[in-house]
């Protein structure tokens, strides 16, 4: 009985880890200090490390991150703007949310889906 408890909760624990890939192409609807906007992210996970490209109200640019469970982070350089830098949650929606801080733009919120 403990093994097949024990073989269950590893099937559970393999299932939120798969569950966690964002890989693929995101939309963001962005609210900073400065104004909102729009900005899409091209992610490819491999574990817990992150890597892509961003393309918005900056410019085009390329991002590196991590993925640990739930929790997403990435960042870039903004250019002009300085650091970006993106904090979130993938809820059980499919959706990230979010802070995001665009260097000299300010700090706000974001809201990302899964482009189909």
């Known amino acids: 009985m403990r093994g097949f408890i024990a073989l269950l909760g590893l099937a559970c624990f393999s299932l939120v880890l798969s569950a966690a890939d964002i890989s693929g192409a995101w939309s963001a609807a962005v609210t900073l200090d400065a104004g909102s906007g729009t900005a899409t992210f091209v ?7 992150l890597t892509g490209t961003y393309t918005g109200q900056v410019g085009t640019a390329t991002l590196t991150g991590t993925v640990k469970g739930s929790d997403v982070e990435w960042s870039f350089d903004g250019g002009d703007a300085g650091k970006v830098s993106y ?10 949310t979010g802070t995001a801080e665009y260097g000299q733009l300010g700090k706000g919120t974001f809201t990302a889906q899964r482009q189909k």
């Open 43 to 49: 992610f490819k996970q491999s574990g817990e490390n």
């Open 87 to 96: 904090k979130g949650k993938l809820d059980d929606t499919g959706k990230i």
